[in-house]
């Protein structure tokens, strides 16, 4: 009797709730996603720098951009930024680092040539579906 008891409580005041969020809907717009798939320090640093740039970038719905990173034996890491699943970015970082700014805004002007080419690309009259 508790557990019924408790089922309907709970039901009722879900029920509620989701009443309530329904008549304050409000569109939100989503940006472009970021992924992390990196696995040490300087990856997670270049990571985060990288995404609070992209944070700026105007025009980035549908973009999804993925951050991985390889390691390579005896030699560090390397870096690879994908832009919708196409390799965009890579870059090979030693075992003590080095200047990651540089990195970061030379990956992110690399996304946003990559991402000027496929709008480009999606809107030029002068390509047809056929190829002729």
Known sequence: MKHILCMLILFGLCSTSIAKTSKQTEEVELGGLVMDQ???????????????????????????????????????TRLDVRMNRRLVYSTAMGRRGGPMDERVEAALFAVMDAMASDRYQQGSPDLAESGW
């Open 38 to 76: 990196s696995i040490s320090r300087f990856g997670y640093q270049f990571y985060y720098d990288f995404s609070q740039l992209w944070r700026e970038l105007p025009n980035t719905s549908g973009v999804n951009i993925t951050i991985k990173e390889t390691v390579l034996p005896r030699a560090g």
